[in-house]
Structures are given as structure tokens and as C-alpha cells.
DNA sequence: AATCGGTCGAGAT
DNA sequence: TCGACCGATT
């Protein structure tokens, strides 16, 4: 998220850039930005399980254009989830899901573009993903670095300790972790925005001489950050305001000023704000980070440089006691998350003689080359084996050898995005399991309303699973197409597979069958192994069943309600509580009118809720939280 | 003058 | 999911 409004602050500090002035220089990427907008253009393929690489391919564009600059890239990778975004993250999951729950929904409706939208919503970018890029740019041989917490801490020290001299990226808060410069909003075209740290004080407003970097981190915190809600009613104006007024350097003296000088009367700072406020600004500060040349983490400014209570950092991280493993996780080898292996890559075991694909920028040295490291060249594989064998126990899986292992891992790894692969069945839970009570709930069945009366799909076959099921329909219909045309298309299309019933079962076969993995697991030799993993498979296939059924009940009743708006039959007054909100996607018109009264407030009660107890979860972090999470 | 809340469109091919 | 934008609010 970042800061609200920073850069249009920054508008003073910042200036027009093109990638070429900036030729032989080197630049951390904050490599999560390009993998989430790759996958917008595979969104629909991953949602479907399929196998892809396009968003590999988005970010190797960018990589080669940094490179035809003769720029070396040094690609930065998100690692561990702090303690303080941990529940963000589990919402944004939570979230993800129901969107996929939606897709099937509204595809089993055969609402396509609607179904799509939520498709686009429901992938994630996961480790996994980024390892597969890091494969690509270790081929290339790019540098890669997965930050023991965010990549922005990390590309900030990069960019500090001189390593890297600009950074890239979309998020304003590397500004905050002291980056240097940063350029924001690059495209293909290798034009961007470079903010200059050197220049903040034209963006604050104060001469240079009298302008500290704490006063404008603070600021930020203070107008709201990603680990501190602001305080009602202060944005960036206002904490810029005060900030430049107060003279007082301790913080915790400074906060109870605010109402008396910003003549806000009615604002009250209470210590638990105080305390959060100093924990957001050790976050900032002393997060740790992974030193590539010393092969170590540290925190991204020593404590000792300043007066910072280390009870503050309680979420700036810990530091991982296994050098080793810290190690691994920076190459990108472990999942950031279990810790588990995934692979085996170490610099120190490069082949030199074997040339890189692109000649251009081998001759940048790597970041992993240093010389302060040569002693480890020849470490003995034995200790590295029984590191890990110790790691693995903990993470109760212990193979016999390293590879076994990862490719153990790995498979692990991959059963789970075979949960994606199950996303079709949704289109049929729904149809085998309908609830028979559904007459017994006071809204009757939208789904039935509509196949009465408005809906013609449902007039042909009620509930029909095919069309989500089958995805040439979503291959079939180019979203250039006029909505009637559309819906025509779709229609003709669900009459001809209505027609040929065998098939439609044979289909189904395909899904409710031995899951692919399974199958490729029997050609194990470890068969205890591919039996569990055989179970597993099915347990999760169950489970999405189950849940689906549950929600499809949920699910129907606003899309139904919007229909009867938007459509040509009477409107129907709704009654039904939901949490779906739907645009209606053959009547975009109506939107408006299909947005009742009663409809928005419930809208705006909840996301006030949800803001509530984010705030509460973002206080219960920050304000109960004595010790250190990990370790 | 600044903030807030809601809406909308871009992001990729 | 994000930021830009608008109108309402203080």
C-alpha cells in the first residue's frame, strides 16, 4: 500500500527519467511489482491450474531492457511476511478465495466477463512463481535476492551501501527505508519517475540545511503507513505541518503536541498511539536485511547507530540463528514461508566457463561474487548435508539425500497448485448438491426466480454445470464482442454441448477422477510417500466440494437480484443479505439503477467493520506484542 | 484548504 | 489491487 498521496507529494523531489541517462549503472527491482502486473495477463490460465509461463516472460521483457541500457538488474524478491502483516495477508487470501468461489459461480451462470473480472482477482504470486523466474535470470546470469522480510528494506540497503544506485518500483515506501533513488512507474518504453532523496526538502517545503530524513519518515508514519493507521483527520498536509513546526527531536513528547498545534481540538493521542508510532519507525528503520557480500543478515541500520529501544523491533523481523539457512533463503532455494527446500543453487558453484546467454552484461559482477567469500568455494558437501538433514527434521520431513529431498519439496509444492486444477469441479458441486431446503429459506432461490422467469440459460437446462466446465467457451468468446452477440454465442454454444449429454460425463470423469498428480506419483519409487500424497490430493478436492456447497446458496442471490433489475422482468425487492457485489455483465447500463439504497449502506457498514478490525488487528500488534514473534 | 468516502479504470495480450 | 478523480464535509 505505501504511503497515500506520496507521490504527487514528492512532485518537488521528482523528475522525469528515461533509462537511458542512466546507462552502466546498477538497479534493484522490486522484482513482486512486475510479477503481479505478468500475471494479469495469465490470470485466467492460472485460476484454471493451467500451466503457464507468460508472467516469467513479462518480467525477462524488463530485465532485457534494462540490460539493452547496459543496466544490471538485481532482482529483489519479498521474503518471510512480517508478524504485523501476517493477518493482511491472511485476509488478502481469504479474499482471493472468494473471488475464485465468485468466478465458479458466476461461470456456472454463465456470466463470462463477470467470472473473468474475478478470475483476474483470484491468483496470487507465489514463491514458486518467483522461483521460476529466478531459474530464468540465473540462465541469464542476473543477480537474484530474496529479502528476509520485504524487499523494499532490502533494495533500500542495496541501494545505500552503493550496490545498487537506483531502485525500481511502485511502492512509495522505499522512501521511508532511506532508499537514495527511486524510480517509480517505468514502463516498457524505459521511461519512469525519479525520486531523489536529495531533494526532499523542496517536496517539504523547507530549506535544505534545516531539513532532517527522521522528520520526513515521521511525517509519513504520521499521515498513515502500511504499519500505522493515521490519526483521524491528519494526512500528509497536516504531518508535514507539524513536523516542520515542532522543534522537539522525542517523538513520544512531540505526539501530544499535535492537537495544540495543529488546532484540532477534538484529536486525542493516546499512548498506545505513541507506542505504535515508535514500533512503525524502528520497523522502518532497522528491519533486517540479507548483506550479500558478508553473507549475513543484518538490520538495515545498526541499533547502535541510534538511541532505538530495541523492544521497538518487535516487527522488524529476527534474525535467523542458521547462517546457512539465512543463505539459502537470500538465494532463493527455501520457500520463504515453510522454510522448505526447493533447491540447491550456490554461486559458489556456478560454472564459470559456461557463457551466458546474453553476453552483455556478463561482465558485471555478481553480488554473490565477492571475495571475502572464496573460503567457502570448497566447503565440504557432507556439512552442508547434515545443515539441512537437521533443518529438515524440524520441518518433519527428512530424505535421504539433499535432491530427494527438494524434489520431495517440490512435488509437495506443486500439489498444492493442483488445488487450482480442481477449480472446474465448482461447476458441478453446485448442481449434484443442491440443497433441498433451499424453498425453506425465506429469499426463494435466485437461481430459481431466474430460471422461471428472466434468465434463458436457465429456462434450457437449470443450473447448468457445462459452462463452467468447459473452457473453450472462455477461449470462444473474445471480449470484443458485443454483449449480444455474446450472449447469442454462449447460448448456441450451451445448446450444442447440452445435446451430446455422453460427453459432458465423460468430462466430468476427467475432474472426479485420479487427480494428475496421483498419477504421476505412483511412478515414485517411495511408495508409502505417493499413498499419502495420494490421499492429500483427494482430501483437498473434497474439501473445495464441500465448501462450494455452501457457498453456491450464498453466492447466487445478488447476482440474481441484479438481474431481475437489470433485465426485462418486473424488479423483484430483495431481501437477501449477501456479500456478493456483481456488475451485471450483459446490462452495463444499469449498473446505477441496480445499486438500491439499502444495498450501499450495507456496503459501506461493512467495509467500515472490516476497517475497524484492521485497525484492532494493526493495535493488537503493536500494542500487546512484548516480545519478538520468532525465536 | 485539506481530508474523506465513493467510483472508475488501468494493469497485459 | 491501486491510484486518480470527484463531490461532500469540516
Known sequence: MGITGLIPFLEKASARVHLKDMRGSTVAVDTYCWLHKGVFSCAEKLARGEDTDLYVQYCLKYVQLLVSYNIKPILVFDGQHLPAKALTEQRRRESRQQSKKRAAELLRLGRVEEARSQMRRCVDVTHEMALRLIHECRELKIDCIVAPYEADAQMAWLNRAGIAQYIVTEDSDLTLFGAQRIIFKLD?????????????????????????????????????????????????????????????????????????????????????????????????????????????????????????????????????????????????????????????????????????????????????????????????????????????????????????????????????????????????TGKRKRSPDENATPPASPVHSKSRHSNPFAKETPRSPIVCENASLLRLLSPKKSSEDRSTRVNALKRSIFTQEQRVVEVRSRFFGAPQVATEAKTEPNTTESESKQLQVTETASDIKGNNDDDAIILLSPSCSEDDTSSQSAPVPSRQETALHVKPALAPTARRVGLSKPKTNKRTTATKTAKLAENQTKLSMFGFQQRPVLK
Not at 508510532?277 to 553473507?295: D, G, Q, S, V, W
Open 188 to 428: 516498457l518504453s524505459g521511461a519512469g519517475l525519479l525520486v531523489d532523496a536529495e531533494k526532499l526538502h523542496l517536496a517539504m517545503g523547507c530549506r535544505e540545511e534545516r531539513f532532517q530524513f527522521d522528520k520526513f519518515r515521521r511525517m509519513c508514519i504520521l499521515s498513515g503507513c502500511d504499519y500505522l493507521d493515521s490519526l483521524p483527520g491528519i494526512g500528509l498536509a497536516k504531518a508535514c505541518k507539524f513536523m516542520l513546526k515542532t522543534e522537539q527531536d522525542d517523538m513520544r513528547i512531540a505526539l501530544k503536541k499535535i492537537p495544540q498545534y495543529l488546532n484540532m481540538r477534538n484529536l486525542e493521542v493516546d499512548d498506545a498511539y505513541i507506542e505504535n508510532f515508535m514500533k512503525a519507525e524502528a520497523t522502518f528503520k532497522h528491519m533486517y536485511i540479507y548483506n550479500p557480500l558478508e553473507r549475513r543478515m543484518e538490520r538495515l541500520s545498526a541499533l547502535e547507530n541510534n538511541e532505538t529501544d530495541e523492544s521497538y523491533c518487535s516487527n522488524a523481523g529476527s534474525l535467523l540463528a542458521d547462517n546457512e539457512q539465512a543463505l539459502h533463503l537470500a538465494l532463493g532455494n527455501l520457500n520463504p514461508f515453510t522454510l522448505k527446500r526447493l533447491d540447491n543453487w550456490h554461486p559458489d558453484r556456478v560454472d564459470a566457463t559456461k557463457p551466458a546467454k546474453h553476453i552483455k552484461h556478463s561482465k558485471h559482477k555478481s553480488i554473490w561474487q565477492s571475495n571475502s567469500h572464496q573460503e567457502l568455494v570448497e566447503q565440504p558437501k557432507e556439512t552442508k548435508q547434515t545443515s539441512c538433514a537437521l533443518f529438515f527434521k524440524k520441518v518433519d520431513f527428512v530424505g535421504q539425500t539433499i535432491d530427494d529431498e527438494i524434489e520431495a519439496n517440490q512435488r509437495q509444492e506443486q500439489a498444492k497448485h493442483t488445488e487450482a486444477e480442481l477449480f472446474n469441479i465448482y461447476s458441478y
